[in-house]
């Protein structure tokens, strides 16, 4: 029998890339929208079977929800997506019967990280003791940071000042995968009823040292790393920066960057029992081939 997967958050640019490779694979998909514009954008494939319902209407969500074998959320946002939204969304699977649930985890470890350090890992672990509680089979996907993020989101790789940035250590070690080789994991997740509960993987491990060389090597010009300071430091500029923001709903501030690489680079977030390998791509994206694709090299 095929399965039906329902993506939660389909029109956003992972959801869109997790729809896309559930559509490579022997399997019935359904976007869930809000309506609008990316509804409309959604149903141009044909292949998809759209679905429209806010998540403040539950009858809606239930109806929007019936039939399907699992939910996938890509929702992304702060605690109104990630706690209550995702919440209500979890409350008419389980009334629409569905069986099994992938939450919009797609991060470092933060089960291990310090409370009160990360707000969106917070968010992620307060959502995660409502999963559990829920009588649905859940599945995770912990894949460190998002190797795309090198070279655009994230300012490790200072590209026109030839450095590198750590804090604490510049041999720390770094998970990254790109958003496609998740989505790619995700969707044979989706597929996989016996999925555990936890899903660990990571495109490529480096550290800010290694970082560096790489591009040394692509570029043929040295690049250093430069020490910026400790996690210690960098926890303390990020609660300072905090306090003085003016919208502590924004998904990505500056301070939540910090909060982000004090994370990591502490190690509290390193993923620790990597594996997954029956959902891996056949290669995965290194990077190295991230960098050297942004360089043209």
């Known amino acids: 029998m095929t399965t039906t997967v329902l993506v939660a958050g389909a029109s956003g640019d992972l959801g869109g890339r997790i729809v896309r490779a559930l559509l490579d694979l022997d399997v019935r998909v359904r976007a869930l929208s809000r309506g609008g514009a990316a509804a409309e954008r959604l149903r ?9 319902a806010g998540y403040d209407d539950q009858t809606a ?7 399907s ?3 996938v959320s890509a929702l992304s946002g702060t605690r109104s997506v990630i706690v209550d939204a995702q919440r209500a969304l979890l409350a008419a699977a389980v ?3 569905v069986p099994r649930f992938v939450p919009s985890d797609y991060s470092a470890d933060y089960r291990a990280v310090t409370p009160g350090t990360n707000r969106n890992f917070e968010l992620r672990r307060e959502f995660a003791a409502v999963l559990d509680a829920a009588p649905v089979r859940a599945t995770s996907v912990l894949n460190g940071a998002f190797t795309d993020m090198l ?11 030839r450095l590198v940035l750590a804090w604490s250590s ?21 597929v996989d009823p016996d999925a555990p509960r936890i899903v660990e993987v990571a495109g490529d491990r480096v550290t800010s040292r290694s970082l560096a060389d790489t591009l040394s090597r692509l570029t043929g010009v040295r690049h250093r790393v430069l020490h910026a300071g400790t996690t210690g430091t960098l926890s303390a500029m990020a609660r300072v920066g905090r306090r003085l923001s003016r919208d502590d709903d924004e998904p990505f501030p500056a301070w939540q960057g910090m909060q982000y690489f004090v994370s990591v680079f502490s190690g509290e977030g390193q993923l620790r029992n990597l594996g997954g390998e029956r959902y891996a791509p056949p290669r995965w994206t290194t990077a190295e081939d991230v960098l050297a694709a942004h360089l043209g090299v």
Request: aromatic letters at 4%; a negative charge; proline letters at 2%.
């Open 151 to 161: 070279t655009g989101q994230a300012p490790l790789v200072q590209f026109d000042r």
């Open 95 to 97: 009334d629409a019967g």
């Open 61 to 67: 969500l239930v109806d929007a929800l019936r039939g």
């Open 170 to 190: 510049a041999d720390q070690v770094l998970d990254f995968t790109t958003k496609d080789d998740v989505a790619h994991v995700v969707a044979r997740v989706a």
């Open 69 to 71: 074998d699992v939910v």
């Open 44 to 52: 141009e494939d044909g292949r998809v079977d759209v679905v429209t």
